[in-house]
């Protein structure tokens, strides 16, 4: 056990709606980190955040959003889902900013039927 | 642009080594190396600064050349615990913005 939480593990959603993604990192951690990962586009970083700021970005698109909150748990917003976004998204957490040891959660999966 | 590793896919015998490399096209700040086993989240192994250093715990260590903007990781006398896929991540600024791309893996099977 990672000491990374995330919730749900699976959700299943139709085309065009919105989901949240929710991640609490470990104890002590002040950043943390999304992935998504599927099995044409292997594993992507999509967005960090270090102690409610964004601080690195990768290729996130426009319809997706996160953000990272006081107790800084973090949430991963997506929206007009589309078939290619079913993956499973996974959140990491480390205690300083770029490069240190992150930690991942156990993902969450992500259909869009 | 993804960092390409090599080989794709490597089947070992239990006690024998392997490398796997990680080449980038664009300069690298860091380096970083993780294990996924099938249906598991990846489980980081360790980090590579600028520098040129190279570190490594128990049996895995890694190499870091900034100037070739690659890095190799040494698996040696392996384990059936070290089958997985590897992924090496690189980080760097991409027109101002800090990113961590991730290379496209390599998968290793340990066999008794």
């Known amino acids: 056990d990672s000491g990374v939480t995330q919730t749900p593990k699976h959700l299943i959603t139709a085309t065009g709606q919105r989901v949240t993604l929710r991640c609490s990192p470990r104890s002590g951690d002040l950043s943390v980190y999304w992935y998504q990962q599927s099995l044409d586009q292997g594993l992507q970083f999509l967005i960090q955040y270090y102690n409610g700021e964004e601080r690195a970005k990768g290729n996130i698109l426009e319809r997706f959003s996160a953000q990272q909150f006081p107790d800084l748990h973090s949430e991963l917003n997506l929206s007009s889902l589309e078939l290619g976004d079913s993956a499973l998204y996974f959140c990491?957490?480390?205690?300083?900013?770029?490069?240190?040891?992150?930690?991942f959660g156990q993902g969450t999966r992500l259909t869009v039927v | 642009q993804q960092p390409v590793q090599s080989p794709q896919a490597v089947i070992l015998r239990e006690g024998e080594d392997a490398v796997i490399n990680c080449s980038s096209s664009k300069a690298l700040y860091s380096v970083h190396w993780y294990r996924q086993k099938h249906g598991e989240a990846p489980v980081f192994l360790m980090i590579l600064l600028k520098g040129g250093e190279q570190k490594g715990h128990d049996k895995i260590s890694a190499s870091f050349n900034e100037k070739k903007q690659q890095s190799s990781l040494y698996l040696t006398a392996s384990q059936l615990s070290y089958s997985g896929t590897y992924f090496c991540g690189t980080g760097g600024y991409t027109s101002g913005t800090y990113k961590y791309i991730f290379g496209t893996g390599t998968r290793l099977k340990v066999l008794a």
């Open positions: 990491a957490s480390s205690v300083g900013g770029e490069d240190t040891e992150a930690f």
